[in-house]
């Protein structure tokens, strides 16, 4: 497995993603109803919306996926991360980044990927919206265009969650936050 490069800001980037609250709450459908689409539209197995922390890559929301975190030493997204722009692997097992990874070499069986890096309020990269195969695969404009528009899509739900969780007054959490993270 060959790590990307640090991400720049990886303290003020972390700062911000926990600025959002969302971190280990419970599932929402506005997000779900994103990655089901995904799933419907783009025809694959598994669609994901992904936060980047510090240790590890967590699933807002995801489809066909029986987990709710991996390591992010693992991750594919956070190579779309550090490029800030669509990232795409069109078979996992050819390229020399991630032909030995677990998740290509394990049960998970992961040979394609296509993330699309979403993006807080403050500009920071966050995490990714992403759709996976178990099959190499090559995606049209047309569905590239889906996907970014479903990420655009996503991340203005992250963006409201911030706004509706927390006051704007002293940057805490407000009573919907406290709820949406101790249901």
């Known amino acids: 497995m060959q790590a990307p490069g640090i991400i720049g800001n990886e303290a003020e980037r972390i700062a911000s993603l926990h600025s959002l609250n969302i971190l280990d709450s419970a599932a929402e459908e506005r997000f779900d109803r994103l990655t089901r689409l995904a799933h419907r539209l783009l025809k694959v197995p598994v669609s994901l919306i992904s936060l980047v922390d510090s240790e590890r890559l967590w699933f807002k929301s995801s489809q066909g996926l029986e987990v709710s975190e991996i390591s992010r030493e693992m991750s594919f ?3 779309a991360l550090i490029d800030q ?3 795409i692997v069109t078979d996992a097992r050819q390229d020399s980044r991630f032909a030995n990874n677990p998740l290509v070499t394990g049960p998970c069986g992961i040979i394609f990927y296509a993330g699309i890096p979403l993006r807080g309020s403050d500009g920071r990269t966050l995490g990714s919206f992403a759709v996976i195969d178990r099959q190499p695969r090559f995606l ?5 265009d889906t996907l970014e528009d479903l990420a655009a899509i996503a991340e203005r739900e992250l963006r409201l969650s911030f706004l509706e969780t927390t006051d704007p007054y002293t940057g805490l959490c407000n009573r919907k ?5 101790a249901p």
């Open 140 to 144: 049209s404009r047309d569905a590239l």
């Open 77 to 79: 997204c956070r190579h």
């Open 85 to 87: 722009k669509p990232f």
């Open 177 to 181: 936050g406290f709820k949406l993270l």
